[in-house]
């Protein structure tokens, strides 16, 4: 029995590659897919991997209530992902979502829909297994380092700042590190925004750049050493094992998890 799937945001750059992920997985079975403007046409065809059997459809709701689906993969926008994710835990069908963008206290209430309909979902900031490393690696340093600075540094079509990776990693962080003000005292801005974003005292920097595709170093500084802690997704299908890892454990779950580092020891 294979698990039916699928993909809102298909035409997407992230929901492409999900696409040519799921074909290549006899596990997994497209069975539609959501783009706001393209109707009635085979997916594979507009992704350029030739006609596949599955077709785009405009309303998510439509193709939830058409056919027996498993799991929604989400690459959609940070202004659409909460309202698809509610549609498909309300149609018992469990989110595994990528699209950043989501607050805590949206994660909360999504949680709790999730216990409500006993439905699992995942929603991980990142799904390459080399970033969620890069994570641990940073919470794990951050015992013995911390003074920290996250930069990040993505393509310049990304709509959010910071990247939903920068964040989950500066929460890795806050989880071992005593909260305190990084920098000098009395320093000043000449330009605003030249420090970066402080979260619980320490600074995130996002670049957005041509050329990039997502990629983030975080740099501990101490008593005569730094630490550099780097991580570069070149090319979309780096997350794919990753979207592939969750697509199967969130069957097994009926509750929302959030972070792919709590599926991966
Ligand atoms: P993208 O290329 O702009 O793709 C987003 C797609 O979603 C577009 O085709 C867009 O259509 C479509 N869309 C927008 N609203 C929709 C809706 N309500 N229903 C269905 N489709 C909708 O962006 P991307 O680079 O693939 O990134 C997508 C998201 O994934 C972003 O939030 C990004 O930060 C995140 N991301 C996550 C990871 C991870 O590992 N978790 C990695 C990379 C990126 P139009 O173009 O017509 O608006």
Known sequence: ????????????????????????????????????????????????????????????????????????????????????????????????????????????????LCQEHQVGGIIAPNFAIGAILMMKFARQAAKYLPDVEIIEMHHDRKLDAPSGTAIKTAEMIAEVREEHRQGHPDEKEEIDGARGAFFQGFPIHSVRLPGLVAHQQVIFGSEGETLTIRHDSIHRSSFMPGVNLAIKKVLEINHLIYGLDKIID
Not at 1 to 27: F, L, T, W, Y
Not at 36 to 42: C, Q
Not at 45 to 67: A, H, N, R
Request: glycine residues 10%; negative net charge.
């Open 1 to 112: 029995m294979s698990i039916n799937v699928v993909v809102a945001g298909a035409k997407g750059r992230m929901g492409s590659e999900a696409v040519r992920m799921i074909q290549q997985d006899p596990e997994l079975k497209l069975v539609g897919a959501v783009d706001l403007k393209l109707s009635g046409v085979d997916v594979g065809e507009v992704i350029g991997i030739g006609k596949i059997g599955s077709s785009f459809y405009t309303d998510l709701e439509e193709v939830l209530s058409t056919f027996e689906v498993d799991v929604l993969v989400d690459f959609t926008t940070p202004m659409s992902v909460k309202k698809n994710m509610e549609l498909a835990i309300r149609h018992g069908v469990r989110p595994v979502v990528g699209t950043t963008g989501l607050t805590p206290t949206d994660i909360e209430e999504l949680d709790n």
